[in-house]
Nanobody, 128 residues
Framework: QVQLVESGGGSVQVGDSLRLSCVAP????????ISWFRQSPGKEREFVAS????????KYAASVEGRFTISRDNSKNTAYLQMNNLKSEDTGVYSC?????????????????????WGQGTQVTVSS
């Protein structure tokens, strides 16, 4: 039923940190690459970060490079997004998405279309 569940969002100030979690209770987790997206009012959903099935190959949007870190623990069916030095521009609803990949090394598309599973999203609000 519920494929992905995000948690860890909240309201913080500029410069603070948050760690988001994405749990996949029913998926064979290691078969999927995981990405984080975010969406603000009036904007299209945008790619934030991704991590491959294996070898911990990560990709980041330029706007979060050096501040955010994506990781995963396949034994816990969980992916994480550590967000440091948050900016007001980081405000939005953060969603976890999963798509099957046959390769341990392949990174997914940065476009939202094509992802098979999505979480409900968790709100992140960064105030000046």
């Amino acid at each position: 039923q519920v494929q992905l569940v995000e948690s860890g969002g909240g309201s913080v100030q500029v410069g603070d940190s948050l760690r988001l979690s994405c749990v996949a209770p029913t998926l064979t987790f290691n078969n999927y690459v995981i990405s984080w997206f975010r969406q603000s009012p009036g904007k299209e959903r945008e790619f934030v970060a991704s991590i491959t099935r294996g070898f911990d190959i990560t990709k980041y949007a330029a706007s979060v490079e050096g501040r955010f870190t994506i990781s995963r623990d396949n034994s816990k069916n969980t992916a994480y997004l550590q967000m440091n030095n948050l900016k007001s521009e980081d405000t939005g609803v953060y969603s976890c998405a999963a798509v099957f990949m046959s390769s341990l090394r392949s990174s997914p598309s940065r476009e939202p279309v094509g992802y098979r599973y999505w979480g409900q999203g968790t709100q992140v609000t960064v105030s000046s």
